[in-house]
């Protein structure tokens, strides 16, 4: 999604406003742009289409040591990825950047006869309704930007300078996150932390409905109705070594590679093995409400939406009388679901930004039901807005292909589900084994990603020239080949599908000729030797089977990565890391851009 920078304070603006841009790459996006003014009220404006890499190249023919500025990389919506449609957006004396969608932008543009549109984009209506409201000096800044955002529908986080007074910045949020950061002598803004890190420890991070006024030396927060806001300052977790590559040559590789630790981090202090239990402190919903709970919702999109799905799967087998339902955000928003009452939503999300998901959450809590967020990132809308929530803690994850996340978040409500099951009175014996699992899965994940990751590698390469791929699995194996297949196509572009092995004679196994190679996850213990039929039903068609277990199969297949390990329950969660590298490794093979995909964004905060 685009990302917005800003700077007002004693350094050269240009300076943090391209390293905080760059920060913010991973995003994804399609041009980027800046503008700083000078002392003397000049403004100097440089967009360019495509990479950063074109706007440095613009901006090294037009050095400025300006103290204030702002910036922006944009993700096209309304409008192609072009110069004119880049932000910042220019009215006036007014320059504005802005993330979000304004959905009455055409009643608005159609008011403003006096602007000469430039671009399609709806940002620029919204900087000529703040200029509307500024050009006749009627209104200070921050109140001509109030003016303008109480006629506004749709979503903004949005940062504002004016050529008329170099000292002063406003910035505005509602539903597009917008973090201060506070600096000495300077602050600094943007729309993720991870550009504030190297530059203050110290953030404030905007409510939906603020706005603020900004100096090098001031922070002054309100409503749209003036009210004012006192500022919470927190801590930015993150540290700059956890957002650079650490030596690998893709974040995805490193993202993957990090997960033993990662995952270490998500159990931290929520696992006790010696007596088989789990204590979670931040759903924060008491023995009583735990043991009342009949009913499980699980909202997410995408790797989300998977993780949610296998925990599911998990949480049934050990949780008596409950039922759960994982469903896609951006269906069920819609929906007219009718939800029990003794029911509690997980709302799955890394960014705790996704639009859909938001949606949902708070369509969910207009009926009542209580909501617990499964997130990563601190202090995103989402984190802020559910009821009580579990951190998955795997820090930044800057790959667009969500990694890590999936499998701290399966483990993050697994451990949620174990909690109900205590407070139900769930034998021992029976969690004691998740548990047991659970605490040595971060080093089985270690030693499964040192023992098959060359030999993934090998095999990927041979796979590269296909254009279509089925994966396949049964029970916990199956959302887990959904996820295989999801990470395949979003990096490889190939079109990958999973299905459940039970469905192949229901349709899918019409499909397999030589367009397609097969994945299939088969782990022991877990329907084994019903999948390895199914894994003879492709063979016989001439599919060009590879085979992920960890356990022996006598099948002349084309490939088998055998996975060593004692675990049997989680067993499809090392699976899921076969699935992990063999994407990395033929996206690799396949010379694509592995870190940034076409088409897609880190969070997707528009719908
Ligand atoms: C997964 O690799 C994709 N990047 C995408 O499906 C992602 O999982 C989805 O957009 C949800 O994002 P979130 O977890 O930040 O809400």
Redo the contacts with the bound molecule.
């Keep these: 999604m685009c990302g917005i920078v800003g700077y007002v304070g004693e350094r050269k603006a240009q300076d943090f406003l391209v390293s905080g841009l760059k920060r913010l790459e991973y995003r994804g996006y399609d041009s980027a742009g800046i503008a700083t003014v000078s002392k003397d009220n000049k403004t100097t404006l440089i967009r360019a289409k495509g990479k950063i890499v074109n706007l440095e190249e613009k901006l090294a023919k037009n050095k400025r040591d300006d103290h204030i500025g702002i910036g922006h990389t944009r993700w096209a919506t309304h409008g192609e990825p072009s110069e004119t449609n880049a932000h910042p957006h220019q009215a006036g004396s007014i320059f504005l950047v802005h993330n979000g969608i304004i959905e009455n932008y055409k009643d608005l543009k159609a008011e403003l006869k006096g602007h000469e549109f430039k671009s399609e984009t709806d940002t620029e209506v919204l900087a000529a309704l703040v200029n509307s409201f500024y050009k006749d000096g009627k209104y200070p800044l921050i109140n001509a930007v109030v003016q303008a955002l109480k006629l506004v529908k749709g979503t903004y986080g949005i940062a504002v300078v004016s050529e008329k007074n170099p000292d002063e910045l406003v910035v505005a949020r509602s539903g597009s996150p917008l973090v201060i950061g506070v600096g000495n002598n300077e602050t600094l803004i943007a729309s993720d932390a991870s550009a504030l890190v190297g530059h203050t420890k110290k953030a404030i991070y905007l409510n939906d409905g603020e706005v603020a006024l900004v100096t090098k030396n001031s922070i002054e927060i309100k409503t749209l109705n003036a009210e004012p806001v006192s500022a919470k300052v927190e801590e930015i977790e993150t540290n700059l070594a956890a957002i650079q590559k650490g030596g690998y040559d893709h974040f995805l590789l490193k993202e993957i590679m990090e997960q033993p630790d990662s995952l270490a981090e998500t159990l931290r202090g929520r696992l006790n093995v010696k007596d088989g239990t789990v204590r979670l402190g931040g759903p924060g919903l008491s023995e009583a409400e735990l043991r009342k709970i009949k009913h499980l919702i699980i909202v997410?999109?995408?790797?989300?939406y998977h993780a949610g799905l296998l925990a599911g799967y998990y949480i049934e087998k050990f949780t008596p009388e409950i039922t759960i339902e994982t469903v896609i955000a951006s269906e069920y928003r819609y929906r007219d679901a009718y939800i029990p009452k003794d029911s509690v939503a997980l709302i799955v999300?890394?960014?705790g930004e996704?639009a859909d998901?938001l949606a949902c959450l708070r369509e969910i809590k207009k009926q009542g039901t209580k909501t617990i967020g499964i997130v990563n990132v601190i202090g995103s809308t989402i984190a802020r807005e559910v009821d009580g929530g579990t951190y998955v803690h795997v820090g930044p994850e800057i790959s667009?292909?969500?990694t890590k996340?999936f499998t701290s978040q399966v483990i993050a409500m697994v451990m949620f589900g174990l909690t109900i099951a205590q407070a139900k009175g769930v034998k021992s014996s029976t969690l004691a084994p998740y548990v047991k699992e659970i605490a040595k899965l971060p080093e089985e994940i270690r030693k499964t990603l040192d023992s098959t990751a060359e030999d993934v590698r090998k095999i990927a390469k041979d796979y590269a020239k296909y254009d279509h791929a089925i994966y396949l699995g049964r029970d916990t194996a199956y959302p887990a080949a959904m996820e295989g297949a999801?990470k395949l196509k979003?990096v490889s572009y190939m079109d990958a599908n999973a299905y459940a092995f039970g469905e192949l004679k229901h349709g899918p196994l019409a499909l397999v000729d030589d367009r397609f190679f097969e994945m299939a996850l088969v782990p022991k213990g877990i329907l084994f030797e019903k999948s390895i039929s199914n894994v003879q039903e492709v063979l016989a068609r001439g599919g060009h089977m590879i085979v992920v277990t960890n356990s022996e199969i006598d099948l002349e297949v084309e490939n088998v990565v055998k996975i060593t390990t004692s675990l049997e329950i989680f067993a499809p969660l090392l699976m899921n890391l076969i699935s992990q590298l063999f994407a990395y490794y033929v996206t690799v093979a396949k010379g694509y851009n592995v870190d940034q995909p076409r088409n897609?964004a880190?969070?997707?905060t528009v719908e």
């Design positions: 997410g999109c995408g790797t989300a999300s890394q960014s996704t998901t667009v292909a969500s996340a999801l979003e897609l880190k969070s997707v």
